[in-house]
């Protein structure tokens, strides 16, 4: 029985002490079916009210939609042009208030100032164009690895373009990606105690389903039931992280699902990981590196290099002092990203770590760590980058991990698959001191959200 909070919302799960209201059933509702789904007509609704109701779905905690209208759709579905954009981005972003005092300074790239993740929760507004259309905006929320959430200002035409972004990047592995009016289009899972979940209707993709699942057994409560539904469902193509995507390996999802696509992003997508969903699934596994703040930035397909994605983005590798390191060289990754036209960055410092290359003349990512430019305290005395432990980590088998130092030296590691012992024993070798390693049943095992993968209290 659902419980309802002081002015009619549903109230938090009176039964789990960890509940939160806000991730109740319907806490609110603001907008009409009309208004979030303008051209949606008696198929599509149909079509998602199938979903909606069906007798496996989860209790969805939100309704949401994409609200675009027919030029929306249209324009929607067509990238961008590229040609002379950063000119004209930095001409949009002389007139922010962000930049109002400095304005007169900023001409060339080089010459303005990197901006931070505290000066948008500083300030977010003072980053939105004055004259942004208000209208297309909605709000979106960035927990980012520590601190408080980032409100973000989404453009609605941007978010959709993106999905195609997604359907262009499947096409380059030479399949057709279209709708199916006997499939769901989109799976975005996730797999943590509460989470927003929603079914949605995607009108630039032929009125397509599309739903936001999690996968945390608190989630489901009855027996096969998630099974039952993904498998009903037949999404076209899957995204999450790591951890969600490690739960398609499940015997009795592998049986059934046939994605044409699996896609990675927000946490490190190991090599162990990457290998067996492409063996369980015979499908492309693709990892994006991207942010919130900026939007995807970089695709790898085959484990290697991100290569930088041809839409509006530009992409520098800095020192500790903000100067560009030589190429090749390892520095902060920082974006100026023209994509979405109410959040328009100027060398945003990401605080990920990797080196710039070329890739077949395209530039490129590697040695990609994520937040995480971490150094381990050898018993040598030498330090080692986080970046020799993941190489040894990957050639161990392991999907997921954690790795720990003590403020003593001592290192410790949890592992999820492949060989401990052997991961130990290389470990071992690299640092010139022992690790103890541990297994893991799960990558959820490591820690929800997003886990740091490396920890020095000796360095």
């Known amino acids: 029985m659902s419980s309802t909070a002081p002015g009619g919302a549903p109230a938090a799960d009176p039964d789990d002490p960890l509940a939160l209201a806000e991730y109740a059933p319907g806490l609110a509702v603001a907008l009409t079916d009309a208004e979030r789904w303008p051209t949606l007509d008696a198929a599509g609704a149909a079509r998602l009210d199938a979903v909606q109701r069906h007798p496996l779905a989860?209790?969805?905690?939100?309704?949401?939609?994409?609200?675009?209208t027919d030029e929306g759709v249209r324009r929607a579905q067509a990238p961008l042009p590229v040609e002379g954009w950063l000119v004209e981005h930095l001409s949009t972003a002389r007139r922010l208030p962000a930049y109002r005092r400095v304005a007169d300074s900023l001409g060339e790239l080089l010459t303005w100032p990197t901006v931070t993740r505290d000066d948008l929760l500083d300030d977010v507004s003072a980053f939105v164009p004055l004259d942004a259309d208000l209208d297309r905006m909605i709000e979106?929320?960035?927990?980012?690895?520590?601190?408080?959430?980032?409100?973000i200002p989404d453009d609605i035409?941007?978010?959709?373009?993106?999905?195609?972004?997604?359907?262009?990047?499947?096409?380059?592995?030479?399949?057709?990606?279209?709708?199916?009016?006997?499939?769901?289009?989109?799976a975005y899972l996730v797999h943590q105690r509460q989470a927003f979940t929603y079914t949605s209707s995607i009108s630039s993709f032929g009125q397509s389903t599309m739903a936001r699942l999690n996968l945390h057994p608190s989630q489901w409560p009855a027996s096969g039931q998630r099974t039952g539904f993904l498998l009903a469902?037949?999404?076209?193509?899957?995204?999450?992280?790591?951890?969600?995507?490690?739960?398609?390996?499940?015997?009795?999802?592998?049986?059934?699902?046939?994605?044409?696509?699996?896609?990675?992003?927000?946490?490190?997508?190991?090599?162990?990981?990457?290998?067996?969903?492409?063996?369980?699934?015979?499908?492309?596994?693709?990892?994006?590196?991207?942010?919130?703040?900026?939007?995807?930035?970089?695709?790898?397909?085959?484990?290697?290099?991100?290569?930088?994605?041809?839409?509006?983005?530009?992409?520098?590798?800095?020192?500790?002092?903000?100067?560009?390191?030589?190429?090749?060289?390892?520095?902060?990754?920082?974006?100026?990203a023209g994509e979405n036209p109410l959040l328009p960055l100027v060398r945003y410092r990401t605080g990920d770590f990797a080196r710039l290359v070329d890739v077949g003349g395209r530039p490129a990512l590697t040695d990609l760590e994520g937040r995480e430019a971490t150094r381990f305290l050898a018993g040598d005395g030498t330090l080692v980058p986080s970046v020799d432990l993941t190489q040894q980590l990957q050639a161990g088998?392991?999907?997921?991990?954690?790795?720990?130092?003590?403020?003593?030296?001592?290192?410790?590691?949890?592992?999820?698959?492949?060989?401990?012992?052997?991961?130990?024993?290389a470990l071992g070798l690299l640092l010139h001191r022992p690790v103890t390693v541990t297994a893991a049943a799960t990558l959820h095992g490591l820690g929800e959200g997003k886990p740091r993968r490396y920890e020095s209290a000796a360095t």
């Not at 989860?58 to 675009?68: A, I, N, S, Y």
């Not at 929320?141 to 409100?151: D, E, P, W």
């Open 58 to 68: 989860p209790d969805w905690v939100h309704r949401t939609g994409d609200r675009l």
């Open 140 to 151: 979106g929320s960035s927990s980012g690895t520590t601190g408080r959430a980032l409100q």
């Open 157 to 186: 035409e941007e978010v959709a373009r993106t999905f195609h972004l997604l359907v262009s990047l499947v096409a380059d592995q030479g399949i057709d990606w279209r709708p199916d009016p006997g499939r769901m289009a989109l």
């Open 233 to 336: 469902q037949q999404p076209q193509v899957i995204t999450g992280n790591p951890t969600s995507l490690a739960e398609l390996l499940h015997p009795e999802l592998v049986a059934g699902l046939r994605p044409l696509a699996l896609f990675s992003g927000a946490m490190a997508l190991s090599l162990g990981l990457r290998r067996d969903l492409e063996r369980a699934y015979g499908c492309p596994v693709i990892d994006v590196y991207g942010l919130h703040e900026t939007r995807p930035i970089a695709a790898s397909v085959d484990g290697g290099a991100f290569v930088v994605l041809d839409r509006r983005v530009h992409v520098e590798v800095l020192d500790t002092d903000g100067r560009p390191v030589p190429a090749g060289q390892r520095g902060e990754i920082v974006v100026t």
């Open 397 to 425: 088998g392991a999907r997921g991990w954690a790795v720990r130092q003590a403020a003593d030296g001592t290192v410790t590691a949890t592992v999820v698959a492949g060989d401990p012992g052997r991961i130990g024993a």
